[in-house]
């Protein structure tokens, strides 16, 4: 099958579809997008979707100081100064813009923000449809408005970039029917997500953490990396690879969110199976991570109780019931610590004494033994709830190199001409850990960029 568009862009995730609608606003007559899986959404659908971004208005109303040279500052630090300097300032700059570009497209995000797990502040703005679907409904919404000028290709799974003179100019993919050849007349963007799914290519990048064979992932199946070795042929520059993200809160059956109780960072801890503190739980997820590492059996419980859950049917990040959850036998609840201890098989006094002193933190509000500063409300009424977690990889931070523009770059730092890449295959961006709640920027940001630049930069 012969297509030809303005502009072909490789995956259907958050930050190709950003990129799809991006590119048509900005002038492209005809844009195909490719995605191998039979759906759209990749893993920004399932993410927990939260999204950070100096707020003007909802930030000034919960009373909370905050600028965007913090957020840059916590971002730029949090990831070990890794990053480029450059696309850190591009993508805090651009976040607020970002909030704005998607209401402006009917997206709803609640009137309050939070603090997502290992976003360091309360900038985390949470849509109103569960997990990512608001992101992936709002773009859907608008691409099948345009169906005229943008077309998906489902079942469709890239596998080479094609090039002439030195320049990208389509896409061999294969279909349903057999083979695809997309002519790109202006730009190819590469936006297939991360390689958290891939178990070989972590293997064969991890540097930091212990084995990863074994290791679970949040990710949907489709994250296997293939726009790294689509780059790689093409002379595209791949920087931090090794630098893996792994969170405290996999489900211990699946690896995956759901199933998490916490409901922001304030009101909950963690304890080991001795039923012990063992980290700052509002901390990096690189920092907390590790720490569970070192637990028996890297395993934990997130303990938290009635302010979190006011009723059962209050629901967490995942769009679950606390209700249903405890049911389900995926958390535990009871009237008293000394309870919920027993359920858990951990020890009551320890429980009990980790509770006690970490409500006397928050009277205080002062740092604790492990440097904990993030408090709200204390774990003092019933009902009490405990959830399992264990570690899982969660997010790549490194990949594909690009400049401000969304170009790629090659291993001399040229731009690489008609090539474009957003989203998690690109790296250089969060550096050696990515805090909570700046994926989703990340692909709207740079996704909307790529898109503008591919339509318009001959
Ligand atoms: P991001 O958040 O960066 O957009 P996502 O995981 O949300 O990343 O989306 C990436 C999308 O790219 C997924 O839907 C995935 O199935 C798709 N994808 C990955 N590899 C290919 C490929 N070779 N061809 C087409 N689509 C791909």
Known sequence: IEKEADVVIIGGGGAGLSAAVSAHQNGAKKILVLEKMP??????????????AVDPKRQKAQGIEDSVEKHYTQTYEGGDKLGKPELVRTLVENAYP??????SMGMKFQDEVFTVLGALWPRSHKPVDPLGTGYIKT?????????????????TKATEIIMENGRAVGVKATGIDGEVVARANNGVIIA???????????????KIWPSLTNIKTTNHPGATGDGYIMA????????????????PMGDPETGSLSGNIEQGVENRIFVNKDGNRFVDEGARRDVMTKALFEQRDAYMWVILDKHSYPTGDTKNNFNETIDELVNKGRAYKADTLEELAKEISVNPENLVKAVEEFNKNVETKSADEFGRTLYKD???TAPFYAG??????????????????????????????????????????????????????????????????AATIK
């Not at 759906?39 to 950070?52: F, H, P, Q, R």
């Not at 790689?232 to 630098?243: P, T, W």
């Open 39 to 52: 759906k759209v959404g990749g893993n920004t659908i399932i993410s927990g979707a939260a999204y950070n």
């Open 98 to 103: 970002g909030i704005e570009w998607l209401e």
């Open 139 to 155: 773009y859907m919404e608008y691409i099948e408005k345009n169906s005229g000028s943008i077309e998906i290709m489902l079942d």
């Open 192 to 206: 297939t997500g991360g390689f958290g799914a891939n178990v070989e290519m972590r293997d064969k990048y991890n």
């Open 232 to 247: 790689e042929k093409v002379g595209a520059n791949l920087i931090g690879m090794e630098q893996i993200q792994l969170l």
């Open 378 to 380: 204390k774990i003092d």
């Open 388 to 453: 399992a977690r264990v570690p899982t990889v969660h997010h790549t931070m490194g990949g594909i190199e690009i400049n401000t523009n969304g170009q790629v770059l090659d291993k001399s730092g040229n731009i690489i001409p008609g090539l474009y890449a957003a989203g998690e295959t690109t790296g250089g961006i969060h550096g050696a850990n990515r805090l909570g709640g700046n994926a989703l920027v990340d692909t709207v940001v740079f996704g909307r960029i790529a898109g503008k630049n």
